[in-house]
């Protein structure tokens, strides 16, 4: 079971309903739970009678319980939690369906995110990905942070937006894309300077971890690596960081990426 805290986390959730018709057919998986409701919970709550969720009032003890499971930072529910008990799926769309569905598309810009374990830095990086028009974020299955809640949190409700995909096979993964016109690009400090960079229509953007970047098998997957130039004194950015201004200089420099 997936638990959402955060007033903006689950406001964005519930208002992704409106772009993903699918969620609708799945209302049974979604619930929210309130313990003395604010002029802000009251809002939340309509929102989510409108879409015919199961709303129920329950003791604050039992909200500390249920968001026990989250980090500490995270913990902190304000008197509402929103539960989803679908999560054995964790994208309704699978991997055949994006790449039939991308192979179409002129333009389009996705994301890999390969080993970043901090799910703080993961949900910082979907904020920009939903900012600078990404169709796809990819992550793998195992060595990466994959807790949507805290994802969905720190993100601001973003991840709500970015259709998020877990594969089990990353290099096998990048290959497919490949095979249908993607170009690949990796995130690594002695790479080619973004700036006028001539990146391809239809791009994917591998960012690694800050400890030992990008795993060598799916570096040899990339068409080239790519830099931002700095002026600082330390070697590296923050991942997220870095992401975001990646992210930024490639929106820039193709067509508007269609959203999936």
């Known amino acids: 079971m997936r638990v959402i805290t955060g007033f903006h986390a689950i406001e964005e959730e519930l208002r992704s309903f409106e772009k993903d018709p699918k969620k609708a057919s799945h209302k049974e998986h979604y619930s929210i739970l309130i313990d003395k409701p604010g002029p802000r919970i009251k809002k939340i709550v309509e929102t989510a009678q409108k879409l015919d969720l199961k709303i129920t009032n329950a003791a604050s003890q039992k909200l500390d319980a249920l968001a026990a499971c989250l980090p500490p930072t995270a913990q902190d529910h304000r008197g509402i939690l929103l539960l989803i008990d679908n999560q054995d ?16 598309k002129e333009t389009s810009l996705l994301l890999v995110l390969d080993s970043i374990t901090d799910p703080h830095n993961v949900g910082a990086i979907i904020r920009s990905a939903d900012q600078f028009g990404v169709d796809l974020v990819i992550i793998p299955e195992n060595r990466s942070a994959t807790d949507l809640g805290i994802m969905s949190r720190t993100s601001a409700g973003a991840s709500s937006w970015v259709p998020i995909l877990f594969v089990s096979n990353l290099v096998r993964t990048v290959e497919q894309f490949k095979d249908i ?13 973004t700036r006028g960079f001539p990146f391809n229509n239809k791009t994917i953007l591998v960012m690694g971890s800050e400890g030992s970047g990008i795993a060598r098998l799916l570096r040899e997957k990339c068409d080239a690596l790519v830099s931002i130039p700095t002026q600082g004194k330390l070697d590296s950015l923050n991942v997220s960081v870095a992401a975001g201004i990646l992210l930024y200089e490639i929106n820039g420099s193709i067509v508007q990426p269609f959203h999936a």
Do not use: I
Request: charged fraction near 35%; avoid cysteine.
């Open 181 to 193: 016109g993607f170009w690949v690009y990796g995130a690594d400090a002695k790479g080619e300077n």
């Open 89 to 104: 799926q964790k994208s309704e769309l699978q991997l055949d369906d994006y790449l039939k569905l991308l192979e179409k």
